[in-house]
T-cell receptor, first 115, second 113 residues
Framework: GAGVSQSPSNKVTEKGKDVELRCDPI?????LYWYRQSLGQGLEFLIY????????KSGLPSDRFSAERTGGSVSTLTIQRTQQEDSAVYLC?????????????FGSGTQLSVL | KQEVTQIPAALSVPEGENLVLNCSFT??????LQWFRQDPGKGLTSLLL?????REQTSGRLNASLDKSSGRSTLYIAASQPGDSATYLC????????????FGSGTRLLVRP
C-alpha cells in the first residue's frame, strides 16, 4: 500500500478482555516496529521485526503483550487481559531494511481505551 | 541509556514568526537524528533526517542542525504558518541500539493566524 495502515483506528474494551491490533506495513518494507504513546508521554519502543530474524521483544512491558508477523508482512499486536494502564495509542512503523540510515514511516495508530 | 529532552514543551506564536525548537540528548554516539511532526489523532510524519556527519539539513522552510558532540539539535521553522501547528518530536538513533529510536516528549506548537 501507499503507507502504513493500522486497524482499528479506535478500540474501546473492558478490563480483562483480550485485544488484537493490526499493522500492514508499506509493501516491500522488511523492518517493522511497534511503539506505544501514553497520554502526556513520549513514544515507548515495544518490539522490532526484521525479515526472518528473531524479533527484539525487549520493550514489551509484560507477558500479557505479544506480537507476531506473518509472512514477513502484516503484524498483529495482542494484549491479553487488558488493564487500564494499557490505554494508549499504539503506533506501528516500517522501514525498507532496518538500516540505521533509513527513515521510519508511521501509521496513524490505534487509540486503545480500557474501561 | 539515551535520554532525550525537548524544550520548550509548548509554544504559541503569531503567524509569520521564525522559531526554534530545541532537542538535547545524553548519548552522543548516534548514527543520525530524525525530526517528526505529529498532528492530533495522527501518526508521525518524518520531516528531516540528519546524519551524524552532517551539520545541517534543509527542507523548504525547515532547517535542522546537529551538534553531536554537545548532544544538541535544533529545528528552525521560518515564516511560520497556522498549518505548522502540531507536535514536533526528535529522535536520535543510538549506535548501541540502532533500530530503537528514542523519542523526546515533543514540543506542541500553535501558530495563531
Amino acid at each position: 500500500g501507499a503507507g502504513v495502515s493500522q486497524s482499528p483506528s479506535n478500540k474501546v474494551t473492558e478490563k480483562g478482555k483480550d485485544v488484537e491490533l493490526r499493522c500492514d506495513p508499506i509493501s516491500g518494507h522488511t523492518a517493522l516496529y511497534w511503539y506505544r504513546q501514553s497520554l502526556g508521554q513520549g513514544l515507548e519502543f515495544l518490539i522490532y521485526f526484521q525479515g526472518n530474524s528473531a524479533p527484539d521483544k525487549s520493550g514489551l512491558p509484560s507477558d500479557r503483550f505479544s506480537a507476531e508477523r506473518t509472512g514477513g508482512s502484516v503484524s498483529t499486536l495482542t494484549i491479553q487481559r487488558t488493564q487500564q494502564e494499557d490505554s494508549a495509542v499504539y503506533l506501528c512503523a516500517s522501514s525498507t531494511q532496518g538500516s540505521h540510515n533509513e527513515k521510519l514511516f508511521f501509521g496513524s495508530g490505534t487509540q486503545l481505551s480500557v474501561l | 541509556k539515551q535520554e532525550v529532552t525537548q524544550i520548550p514543551a509548548a509554544l504559541s506564536v503569531p503567524e509569520g514568526e521564525n522559531l526554534v525548537l530545541n532537542c538535547s540528548f545524553t548519548d552522543s554516539a548516534i548514527y543520525n537524528l530524525q525530526w517528526f511532526r505529529q498532528d492530533p489523532g495522527k501518526g508521525l510524519t518524518s520531516l528531516l533526517l540528519i546524519q551524524s556527519s552532517q551539520r545541517e539539513q534543509t527542507s523548504g522552510r525547515l532547517n535542522a542542525s546537529l551538534d553531536k558532540s554537545s548532544g544538541r539539535s535544533t529545528l528552525y521553522i521560518a515564516a511560520s504558518q497556522p498549518g505548522d501547528s502540531a507536535t514536533y518530536l526528535c529522535a536520535p538513533r543510538s549506535m548501541d541500539s540502532s533500530y530503537k529510536l528514542i523519542f523526546g516528549s515533543g514540543t506542541r506548537l500553535l501558530v495563531r493566524p
